[in-house]
Structures are given as structure tokens and as C-alpha cells.
């Protein structure tokens, strides 16, 4: 069997990712999970699942384990308090990364997020300077991976560089009544009740989106198969400017739009004045950087899988909207 160590199952993709996996009997799954209280199915169900109570801050308890480890997924992140952020999402999983077997480990799935890579698919140092305790942290984590010795010492073992793939998520939707919601789909219903304001206004922006089923498929073929050399993979569908998924959204809620007020920069300088809202610098960079944009991004689509949720129309259907399952009906 190939032995495969989870971390962050309990969330959304985590839960997305078990259910990917559970059924498949080549495997055994160790599952580490700071609550599992928190999990929505019952691990004891699956003979070949291991639940492992704990987190990141104790992850030498499991070094014995992690030596016989061929796969690791490594999901688990955390923001909010800075010294918990660094320690969790720098520290702990490069702790980890350097805790397996380079001789019995085949590959390391690495969680980051698309919010650290310019448009040509780089290291954006903006991210690092006026990024979020968890945005810099997932740009010091990403340096450290790819070679750079941080202050303390902290780096990579070289014979596991290569064996590693970051796969940078970008907008994550998701959930379900026995799975986590993401933050974003939690918070989807709410903001699609401002749609009949936000439709009359037309913003410069791109992006892209991917629903957690489709990241846990892809992330079930790299488990499968192993890329054997270092890998970089953002994961997303295709491009979506945010005048075109605006238009979307009210063709789906059978909403029309007859106009729109082009919002500039000096025209949401504006309304961020008169509402006086509180904008960070890295709040403040993203609204001029707007095209958060990147090459080649992969979906079970690209693979030659299906895809779940490859459009906003099914975005929606897949959150439940007009149904009622993610709050009010706009």
C-alpha cells in the first residue's frame, strides 16, 4: 500500500481530498487533525484510515511515522496570530518536509496560494513586503523550497526538493452539509445580497476560480502519479475578468444590467473615503495590482479529467444559491 500523511483535513479541500481518496485500497491514509471533532465523516469506518490527533506545533512526535511515509499532503496552514502563522505555516511544515525519508518518500503535494506569484507565474515580492502574516509567511515558506536559507537556518533538505510540488490555489469555492464551507462560498450568499448595487458598477480585474472537488481531483492524480522532479502548479480555470463573471452572476439570478459606471481608481479611493473604510497595504496593492492573472493554470479539465465546477453558472448551482443552503437569496 502507499502510505499517505495528511495535514489540514478538516477543512474544506481536506475534506474534499478524503473523500477522493477513501475509496481507492491502495492506500492508507494517516490523517493529522487538530480537531477532530471538526471532520464530517467518521475515520473509523475505513480500515486502512489512521486518524491522528494533534497539529503542526508537535509534529516531531511523528517522526517515527513520517520515515515511512511515501506520499505527504501537506494542506494545513493558519493566520490570525503572527508568532502561531509563522510557526505553523514556515517552521513546523518545513519541519516536516525535512522529517520524511528521502529514500522512501516518492513525492510532497505542498499547499500554497496563487497570491504569492506575479502574472508570469513568479515570486512577487510585494507579497513578501506588504503581504498579510499569512500571505508572507506562504512567500517565506515558498523561498525556503525553492532553496533559499531563511534566518534561523531554516531550509530544505536537497535530496526533497525535487520531490516536491506546490500547487497554488487561487479564489477557492466550496462546501457542502457534511463538508466545510470555504471562506468564500461562507460568505457567498451575503455578498450576492448587494448584487442589484454591485451590478451597476463595472471594475478593472481578472482572476481566476476553483471549486475544492476539482482542487481534490487534481490533487488525486499527482498522488497517483508522482511527478518525480520539482513541480509548480497553479490551480484554477480559465481567466475570468470581473466584468464578464458580474455578467454571469445576473444572467444566472435572472437579473439584467442596463448600464454600468466604469469604478477607477480615484472613484473607489472615493467611496473607500466616504466610507471610511480601513485599507492595509496589502488590501491597498491588490486593488492597483487588479489582474490577479497566471499562465497555464491546471483543472481536472487540463488533465483530461472532468471538472466539476468549471463555469460560474455551476459555481453557483454547486453553492447552493436559489436554493438556500449558503444564507438569503439574493
Known amino acids: 500500500m502507499k502510505r499517505i500523511f495528511i495535514t489540514g483535513v478538516s477543512g474544506c479541500i481536506g475534506h474534499y481530498l478524503a473523500e ?46 513520517l520515515k515511512t511515509i511515501d506520499c505527504a499532503v501537506l494542506i494545513a496552514t493558519s493566520w490570525g496570530d503572527p508568532e502561531e502563522t509563522f510557526q505553523t505555516n514556515v517552521v513546523k511544515t518545513l519541519t516536516l518536509i525535512n522529517l520524511l525519508d528521502p529514500d522512501r518518500c516518492e513525492q510532497i503535494i505542498y499547499f500554497s496560494t496563487a497570491s504569492i506569484l506575479d502574472r508570469q507565474g513568479h515570486p512577487l515580492p510585494e507579497a513578501g513586503e506588504l503581504g498579510t502574516d499569512y500571505i508572507r509567511t506562504k512567500y517565506l515558506c515558498h523561498q525556503a523550497l525553492s532553496g533559499e536559507v531563511l534566518a534561523g537556518g531554516l531550509t530544505v533538505n536537497p535530496e526533497l526538493t525535487e520531490k516536491i510540488t506546490v500547487v497554488y490555489p487561487t479564489l477557492v469555492f466550496g ?29 478593472d480585474g481578472s482572476f481566476h476560480f ?48 442596463y448600464f454600468q459606471i466604469p469604478l477607477s481608481i480615484p472613484l473607489a479611493n472615493f467611496f473607500i473615503r466616504l466610507f471610511r473604510i480601513e485599507m492595509a497595504p496589502w488590501d491597498r496593492f491588490c486593488l492597483n495590482y487588479r489582474h490577479f492573472t497566471y499562465p497555464n493554470p491546471v483543472n481536472p479539465d487540463a488533465l483530461g479529467l472532468e471538472s466539476y465546477s468549471p ?18 437569496t439574493p
Not at 464578464?244 to 439584467?256: D, F, M, Q, V
Not at 463555469?311 to 453553492?319: D, G
Open 20 to 65: 477522493a481518496l477513501l475509496p481507492i485500497a491502495d492506500y492508507e491514509l494517516f490523517l493529522l487533525a487538530r480537531n477532530p471533532q471538526k471532520l464530517r465523516f467518521n475515520p473509523r469506518d475505513y480500515p486502512r484510515v489512521h486518524l491522528i490527533p494533534g497539529d503542526l506545533a508537535q509534529i516531531e512526535d511523528q517522526a517515527e511515522l
Open 175 to 203: 462546501g457542502a452539509e457534511d463538508k466545510p464551507y470555504s471562506h468564500l462560498s461562507g460568505g457567498l450568499g451575503e455578498i450576492l445580497n448587494w448584487l442589484n448595487l454591485i451590478r451597476w458598477f463595472q471594475a
Open 210 to 257: 476553483i471549486h475544492a472537488r476539482d482542487i481534490a481531483r487534481v490533487v488525486a492524480y499527482l498522488v497517483a502519479h508522482p511527478q518525480g522532479r520539482r513541480q509548480d502548479w497553479v490551480l484554477g480555470n480559465a481567466p475570468l475578468t470581473v466584468k464578464a463573471a458580474l455578467a454571469e452572476i445576473c444572467a444566472y439570478l435572472g437579473k439584467s444590467v
Open 311 to 328: 463555469t460560474v453558472a455551476r459555481l453557483l448551482e454547486a453553492s447552493g444559491i436559489l436554493s438556500g443552503k449558503t444564507g438569503p
